[in-house]
């Protein structure tokens, strides 16, 4: 007599007659795009025409981005023109190597920044950062961006518009 129970015995059969297939690995869809759109890019390399004029599309919209984002630095705007060049410099990366090269050392520069800056002592960082503000303020005073925020709001004193372009 047999102790094992009829499902069992069926499980186990039906386990042993099933295909065995390897396991598909899934792709999320932003690599699968990526992949898509590097194939792309190498088909446009081996036609000279096609490369340059890809080429000098990329260099001209990264070269936009860059200017774009150079005019909306002085501006009282929370960093967007930093955001723009960065972003422009990552654009121009993808096709040119001296910008790789300074999107390196800028990252660098970074990294090198912040690691300095998080070996402080809590009053040291207050004082970094109070410093950085002043040196904020006086850039935009010196280029008169504070005497024009503040006829915005209608105060119009001479102090306020800065002597370079004030």
Known sequence: MSAESPLETDASVNQAEAPVRPRRRS??????????????????????????????????????????????????????????????LAVLSSEFVWAQRLSHWVRRGYDWVRHHYNRLSLPAKIIAIVVLVVLILVFLWLFGIVGTAASWVGVDQDWLRGPIMG
């Open 27 to 88: 792709t999320s869809r932003r690599l699968r795009i990526k992949i898509r759109f590097r194939q792309e890019r190498y088909k446009m390399r081996l036609n000279p025409h096609w490369n340059r004029t890809y080429r000098a599309g990329v260099g001209a919209v990264g070269t936009l981005m860059i200017l774009c984002g150079a005019l909306l630095v002085p501006l009282p705007t929370p960093g967007f023109g930093w955001i723009l060049i960065f972003l422009g």
